[in-house]
Every structure is written in C-alpha cells, then in structure tokens.
C-alpha cells in the first residue's frame, strides 16, 4: 500500500511549548522544507486549537482564560481540539500523493504502526482518524501551501472529555450527559507515555518509509523567524479572532 | 463556444471580453471533496501570477488556489460564501471563484490547453 518512500527523514523534537509557539513552528517549517521532516512535540500549558475556518464564537474563550487554557488559530481546517494529554506530531514534505485521502492513509500508516508496536490493534478509519478498539485516539488535519503538504494531528495519551466540553460553547442541549457519553465512547486515550509513542513513532517512520531518520535543531536564525511568526500572528487577536 | 485553459494546480481559466473568469476543475474538486469553506479576496485587490489568492477548505484538507495570470479582482463568486459545495456540484459554471480583469492578458497564452491539462490529470491518477 505505501508508496511514498524517502531516502531520508529529518527529525525534530521540540519538546513541550506554548499553543502559539507551537503552531508558529508548523507554519515555518511548511514554508521552509526542502526535505521531509517529522516534528514531534507536546503542550506545556493546554490548549485549544481551532481551525483556520472556524468561528471562533464555538470556543468558551472567557472560560478558557479563566481555566489558564490558551486558544490558537491553527492553518490548518477542521473542528476544535483540545490539546492537553497528548503527543502532537506535524509531517511536512514536498513529495506527496496529490490524492488526499492516499496520502492521509500513506502518512497514517507511520502511526498505526508506531502504536501496533506498543501493542495496540490500530486501523485507519477515513477519512483522517486512526482507532483502536473501535475509538478514536488519532486525529489529523491537512493543508497544502507552497507545493508542500503539512499533516499535524494529536496521538490522545489521555482525555478528559468533561473538561473539552465545558471549554466549548455547544449548545447547551447538546451537552446533555448522553452526549458526554457518545463523545467518551468514540474517543479514548491510549494510556501510553509520551517518551513511549515518541520512540514508537521514530521507529516506525523509519520502517514504514525505509529511510534514515536525521535529527535536528532549529539554528538560532530559524528559531527567530518562528519567534517573529508567533509574536505577529499566533499569539494575535487579529488572527485568533478574525472569524 | 469559449476556450477554457489550464493552470497545473488545477484552476480553469475562461476568457470573456477584457475579463478572465477563474475556477477549479472537475478533477480538483473530486480530490478535495466536499468544500466547507472558501476565504475570497476582497473586489479590486491586485494579485501577480501564482500568488495565494483564495483558500478552499475541504471535509479532507485546506488548499491554497493561486492566481492564474496578473490582475484585479473585479467580482467574486459570493453566493459561494453560503454555499460553498457549489463548487463540487458545478465547478466549471455556478461554482466560479472570481473574475479577473488581466494586466498582462498574454499570459493566458501560455496556459495550459484542454488536451494537456488532461493528459496532467491523467499522470496525476497513477
């Protein structure tokens, strides 16, 4: 099924870091790859991401202030995610299926078989989850800029679904204890470590796209630039609540 | 009947009098399936060849378009703020993006024809 192979894969951990930060990073990386690069990362404060279409009246944003989460703007589409428990990873490369569920499921693949090797039954469930046991531990969203392909998406180590709720403005008949219910039985956490998936993921990038995995850090001139990004933009109003 | 070109990031590209009416094809609004949402320039702005122009969100994925050919936006599509799966169900008529008046109408010329638009297309299936 793989088709896309790489002679190499650089590999960037930066640890755990601020919403903005965060999403700064994802954007420079997008705007500056010349080969691909697996980013893996965490949350050192939680976080709500929401997506670049989105409104952000769908966020409890006073709620969130009050409960120390940030709120960011991501580049990428979709729905809210609550960022908090959870191993993050971003791909980004400039060689990719132009189908995009093919390369959802070429991508994916790095994923299910990091969590196969920590013993889960992982699947790819389209159009962008991976499950286990029949929930989703896995989401992922896609752009496509500057003839480059970014995939970020969450690895849930554990959820509190109570808490994602009460940060998001659902209706308020919606947030019936049933629908807390549905979302805890579609949604679950894969009780893992972060240093566990992590080493799983790198592992299995290597494996699934049979390539050398190349680690890196970001030069002082590059760390400025996302800096700049994520003083002028992430960090924002004008781009958090321009919608 | 009119001549449309191609761009190989999959825009059509139809010219009416002194104004160029910009789109996405059958093939591009296939790969991204249903659209969720579309970010349109605002009327007058100025845009070179190959800038970002607009953003299209997709249940799959957000992609740029980019701008075919130098020009000023003269109208866009607003009924696609409402309804932006008018681009999947009639990409080359009800779902047009923008109207464009050229600053440099030659480069329409070097555009892609119908024949090698779809022999792209066709590579790009493999």
Known sequence: MIKIKFEKIRILETGNNLGPWNMAVD??????????????YGWSKPCISIGYFQNIDEVDY????????????????????FHD??????????????????????ISEVIIQALKKLGL???????????????????????????????HGTILLEVDVEKMFSLLNVPIE??????????K??????????????????????????????????????LESCQKLMDEKFSSENWTFRR | MVERKFTKEHEWVEKSDQIVIVGITEFAQDQLGDVV??????????????????????????????????????EINEKLSEQPELINQSPYEEG?????????????????SKEQYDELVGQSKE
Do not use: H
């Not at chain 1, 954007?27 to 893996?40: T, V």
């Not at chain 1, 919606?174 to 979302?183: A, E, G, N, T």
């Not at chain 2, 050229?102 to 070097?110: A, L, N």
């Open chain 2, 37 to 74: 949402s579309i970010e349109l320039p605002q009327v007058s702005s100025s845009f070179k060849q190959n800038d970002v122009m607009v953003i299209i969100d997709s249940v799959k994925a957000s992609s740029d378009i980019y701008c075919p050919i130098d020009g000023e936006i003269i």
């Open chain 1, 121 to 151: 039954d992982a699947k790819f469930s389209p159009l962008n989850d991976v499950i286990v046991d029949g929930k989703k531990v896995c989401g992922n969203a896609q752009t496509r800029k500057n003839n480059t392909l970014l995939q």
């Open chain 1, 62 to 81: 006073k709620k969130c202030n009050d409960m120390n989460v940030d709120v960011v703007r991501r580049i990428t589409g979709g729905g809210a995610v």
């Open chain 1, 174 to 183: 919606k947030i019936s204890d049933k629908k807390i219910l549905d979302v």
């Open chain 1, 85 to 106: 428990m959870e191993l993050t990873y971003s791909f980004v490369t400039k060689n990719f299926p132009q189908n995009i569920l093919k390369s959802y499921e070429e």
């Open chain 1, 185 to 222: 039985n579609r949604v679950a956490g894969i009780s893992k470590t972060f240093d566990q998936v992590s080493n799983a993921l790198k592992s299995s990038a290597r494996d699934v796209f049979g390539c050398d995995l190349v680690p890196f850090k970001l030069s002082q001139e590059e």
């Open chain 2, 96 to 112: 047009w993006i923008v109207k464009i008046k050229p600053s440099s109408p030659e480069q329409i010329d070097s555009l892609l």
């Open chain 1, 27 to 40: 954007e420079f990386l997008l705007y500056n790859c010349k080969e691909p690069i697996l980013r893996i």
